[in-house]
């Protein structure tokens, strides 16, 4: 069991930290932990749902965990089925683990249609601080959504795909951003991340606000396909 192995981790670690909530799900047994950690890091391996202080929600499957910060795989938006992250522990609320990933996707899944995501999946028309473009939002093949965005006539035209896209009833909310090489590739002349909200109508359209650095305004998407 998850919940033992922790056990016997945590009690022999000797520094004092913030409470952390660890509950295993689809399992017989429901464990409270409350832990001593260091700075060596714990393989965990199992998947979770993160639930912060910000009332963020992250999923995904959770590699390590030590004092100062948590490993999460998360479901990717492009080709990979995984994209490696690091979160301040100091961030993070509580820890929910699922016994295996068959599960866990399974309640993602069914969460999910719960929440119409179907609605949200097809490619649509976006304008966005007086750019025109496209959006396309799909179903990833580890069964998230994802979903990426093209500007042909803003810096190379490329591609780029959407970070932490997240869908809850009619509304959606992702990041656009670049930084790097990855700002070189797209052709943009700095760094810059953007978040999007919005929120889907009877019409099949998607409108909100964005804010980040450079730019922020209202954008638009309508459906065409």
């Not at 025109?132 to 580890?142: C, H, V």
């Amino acid at each position: 069991m998850i919940v033992q192995h922790l056990k016997g981790y945590f009690n022999t670690k000797k520094n004092l930290f913030t409470t952390i909530s660890l509950m295993a799900l689809s399992s017989l047994a429901t464990g409270m932990i409350q832990s001593f950690l260091t700075q060596q890091s714990c393989k965990i391996d199992k998947p979770a749902y993160i639930y912060f202080k910000n009332q963020d929600t992250k999923q995904g499957i959770l590699s390590s965990i030590n004092i100062d910060k948590i490993q999460l795989k998360e479901p990717s938006e492009s080709e990979e089925e995984y994209t490696i992250n690091d979160y301040s522990l100091d961030s993070i609320k509580k820890i929910v683990f699922f016994s295996d990933e068959d599960s866990f996707k399974e309640d993602l899944l069914s969460t999910y249609q719960n929440y119409t995501i179907k609605n949200f999946i097809g490619k649509y028309k976006i304008t966005a601080g007086g750019h025109e473009g496209y959006l396309t939002i799909y179903y990833t093949q580890s069964g998230f959504p994802g979903g990426y965005v093209q500007f042909p006539h803003w810096g190379k035209g490329k591609i780029e795909f959407l970070q932490f896209l997240q869908i809850k009833g009619n509304s959606i909310q992702f990041i656009r951003s670049c930084s790097d090489r990855s700002c070189i590739e797209i052709g943009a002349p700095y760094e810059f991340k953007q978040i999007y909200y919005g929120s889907l109508n009877n019409k099949g359209e998607i409108e909100g606000k964005y804010t980040g650095t450079h730019s922020s305004g209202q954008w638009k998407a309508i459906r065409i396909k």
